[in-house]
């Protein structure tokens, strides 16, 4: 879902900022769209800072930033997670309304996944030490992921540690039935933190990685949607082709495949699902268009075969 907040949005993206301005304090109030009633545990993030903002009884959170041009996003779990465009150039406060999600079970637990990675690589770090406060902790397997399962926390704060890393600390919103992937890029001590990037898996993704991923395969590299921007792609198959092993094949103007280090041609999924179920366009790469693309990551089976997992922005 997409958002407007009066009197300052605007078709913005980015922020944008000299980083020499004084900081503007705003008061963000999340609610009930129904009820109307302040929502506690709300985890406000935006564009580009690191730090992220808890809601309190009354719904409300102060945010300092300086003044530019954000992507605002709003999670709580049992709500929608709403997102817009925000720019910020004087001292106020507005009201941002939640939609709940539909049939929502009260006894019902989330999933949080988290992922730590050097920040100048992107590559996982094994070992690295994952807590939740109050609840479960964790050490990072070969490429940097953990994962706990049960929590009936309406936000989680994790807590990331690892030798020659700065730690770090920040909210993660929970939502029941979902999986919530957190990707945490580490520093060095002397550097500074980069914000941490969330999204959340629906039921049929999750379907994918518990069926067809965690059982049969395993996951041995990724492009996020920062990536790929990094690497000015203009197609999907721009991004894969720099993965070291691999090799893109590209029968057609349209068309690209994305072939394993032991020559096999990887089928594609787009967010959880099949949904070209013709030969042509079964293993095509490029049949999402990359401005729509969250994140890329391909899975390898046994005897070298395995998937490409699309999953896009919506």
């Known amino acids: 879902m997409q958002i407007g907040i009066p009197a300052l949005a605007g078709p913005l993206a980015a922020q944008e900022t000299t980083g020499d301005e004084d900081p503007v304090r705003l008061t963000v109030r999340v609610t009930d769209r129904r009820s109307e009633e302040g929502l506690l545990g709300a985890v406000i993030e935006l564009s580009g800072v690191v730090a992220r903002y808890v809601t309190g009884v ?23 997670v709403l997102s817009g465009d925000l720019e910020v150039s004087e001292p106020g406060d507005f009201t941002l309304p ?5 049939a929502m079970d009260p006894n019902a637990t989330a999933t949080l996944e ?6 100048e690589s992107g590559a996982g770090i094994e070992g690295a030490r994952v807590s939740v406060l109050e609840g479960p ?25 690892t030798g020659g890393y700065a730690r770090r600390t920040a909210p993660v919103a ?12 580490m520093t060095r ?5 980069v914000p ?6 629906t039921r049929a993704m999750d379907g994918i990685y518990a069926g067809a991923v965690w059982r049969r395969g395993r996951r041995v590299a990724s492009l996020t949607r920062r990536m790929l921007e990094e690497l000015a792609a203009v197609r999907v198959s721009d991004g894969l082709a720099t993965l070291e092993g691999f090799r893109v094949g590209r029968p057609g103007p349209d068309t690209a495949y994305l ?56």
């Open 98 to 102: 939640l939609e709940r999600v539909r």
């Open 174 to 185: 929970l939502h029941p039935f979902r999986t919530a992937a957190a990707r945490f890029a």
């Open 114 to 119: 988290v992922r730590v990675v050097d920040h």
């Open 58 to 80: 009354d719904g409300r959170a102060d945010v300092e930033v300086p003044p530019g041009r954000y992507t605002i996003t709003v999670r709580r779990s049992g709500y929608e």
């Open 196 to 201: 941490i990037e969330v999204r959340v898996r």
């Open 189 to 193: 001590a002397a550097d500074g933190p």
């Open 259 to 314: 072939v394993s280090p032991r020559q096999c041609v990887l089928g594609v999924y787009v967010d959880g699902v099949n949904r070209w179920p013709d030969r042509r366009n079964r293993a095509n790469v490029d049949v999402v268009p990359v401005s729509q693309v969250e994140r890329v990551e391909i899975h390898l089976f046994r005897r070298g075969c395995g998937t490409v997992l699309i999953w896009t922005r919506r």
């Open 137 to 161: 902790s964790g050490t990072a397997d070969s490429w940097g992921y953990v994962q706990f399962s049960g929590l009936d926390m309406l936000v989680a704060e994790v807590s990331v540690e």
